[in-house]
């Protein structure tokens, strides 16, 4: 149901409704490519964390990516079970589990990052160049404004 036609007309007057509607579907087609590896976007998530702030302590990180402690303390079994992340227990505090991420991990976050950008260019396809570049600026400008309320 993506035809913008069987969407009431009041609700797609409304910027917001057509950016959730927009972010849904997006959502959609990344989460179903990274399905077919056996992936959620949670694993994609971790890994772009990871290699763009560094190790983590696991709970750290958790909230760092608003994942419940639980769910994230899965996704990074998963992720080291298939060599993806390494896992070091704190010889200080043998409560703390510090995350890095392998060599294969960053293999597989390049991988992961083509397919975003596949589905990225899918979703932006009736744009031009310059409409993408005026989208990315003012995307980038709404949430800079939500996320320092």
């Known amino acids: 149901m993506d035809d913008l036609r069987a969407v009431p007309p009041s609700l ?8 959730s509607r927009t972010g849904k579907i997006a959502r959609g087609r990344l989460a179903g490519r990274l399905a077919e590896r056996g992936l959620r976007l949670w694993h994609h998530a971790v890994l772009a964390a990871l290699a763009d702030f560094g190790p983590h302590v696991q709970r750290d990180l958790a909230a760092r990516l608003a994942i419940d402690p639980s769910d994230m303390a899965k996704i990074v079994d998963e992720l080291a079970g298939a060599g993806n992340v ?13 995350v890095t991420l392998t060599d294969a ?5 390049a991988e992961l990052e083509a397919e975003a950008v596949g589905v990225q260019d899918e979703v932006l396809a009736p744009l031009t160049e310059n409409e993408r570049e005026q989208l990315d600026v003012l995307l980038r400008k709404v949430f800079q404004g939500l996320v320092t309320e």
Request: net charge positive.
């Open 105 to 109: 991990g960053r293999t597989l976050l």
């Open 86 to 98: 390494e896992r070091a227990r704190d010889t200080a505090d043998r409560r703390r589990i510090t």
């Open 12 to 19: 797609t007057g409304l910027t917001t409704y057509l950016l």
